[in-house]
């Protein structure tokens, strides 16, 4: 279980360098709620555009963790399901374009996820094997798999595995 204000506290400083103007709380065990800026559907609620009131997060029930960075946002559901909303330009989310959406779509894929992270322009998770995935920018050799490709999904990073 986690505590309300944790994740607050969580999400307001991963929305720093946006100077908080965005906001992701767990309200209520397994719920998600968004108020502030949007201009890319970081927040999670199907539509862009601001706004001043915590609306619930679309389409996801049964969160048990949250990860919010720069414009986008990645949420692990009861199921071990990875779900991926807002922007894309690098194809961070890992739906196999690089369009924004403002409402959380389900990383196809991925086993059972255990943890997640993320960069200003890619994410990674782990799954319940051990084993580390990556997607989005690989300007800078960020997603470990040798290359500096771009990956619009999720790639398995070979060389690291058994995951704690």
């Known amino acids: 279980m986690f505590s309300a204000l ?14 908080c103007t965005s906001s992701l709380t767990s309200a209520q065990v397994g719920r998600v709620w968004g ?3 949007n201009p890319h559907g ?10 001043a009131f915590p609306t619930p997060i679309l389409n996801i029930n049964g969160v048990r963790d949250v990860h919010t960075i720069n414009a986008h946002s990645l949420a692990i559901d009861s199921n071990g399901s ?13 739906n196999g374009n690089r369009i924004p959406t403002a409402s959380p779509k389900q990383v196809s ?10 960069g200003d322009s890619h994410s990674l998770a ?3 094997d051990g084993n580390l995935w990556a997607w989005g920018s690989n300007l800078w050799g960020q997603l470990g798999t040798h ?9 398995n990073v ?3 595995y058994d995951i704690v």
């Open 82 to 94: 990875l779900w991926s909303w807002g922007y894309n330009s690098n194809g961070q989310l890992g």
């Open 42 to 51: 970081e927040l999670g609620y199907g539509y862009f555009g601001y706004t």
């Open 126 to 128: 782990v799954d319940a």
């Open 109 to 118: 894929g991925l086993g059972y996820i255990v943890a997640t992270s993320a």
């Open 6 to 19: 944790r994740r607050t506290v969580n999400a307001s400083l991963c929305f720093a360098a946006l100077l």
């Open 147 to 155: 290359t500096s490709a771009y990956t619009l999904t999720p790639t």
């Open 35 to 37: 108020w502030g800026q």
């Open 158 to 160: 070979p060389t690291l």
